[in-house]
């Protein structure tokens, strides 16, 4: 029997991947504190005051400069 070989593939970069999540936790805390807003406010007005910073700053890491030596 002949050993198969195992490949990785990797379809987007973790950059991507990461402004992908940022963008989906954005839209679910948004939705998720408008929901508990309606019958808690002090706990659902903060979870859609962070979706809506995620989805304002999402990308800002990208333009950061690197750190020159």
């Known amino acids: 029997m002949e ?3 195992i490949r990785t593939i990797i379809p987007k970069t973790i950059t991507e ?3 992908q999540n940022q963008v989906r936790w ?9 929901l508990l807003a309606l019958l808690v406010p002090f706990f659902g007005i903060p979870l859609a005051v962070i979706g809506a910073a995620l989805l304002i700053w999402r ?3 990208e333009n950061i ?4 030596e």
């Open 3 to 5: 050993m198969e070989k």
């Open 17 to 19: 991947l990461g402004m």
């Open 26 to 34: 954005g839209i679910a805390l948004i939705i998720i504190g408008i």
């Open 59 to 61: 990308g800002r890491e």
């Open 65 to 68: 400069e690197p750190i020159k």
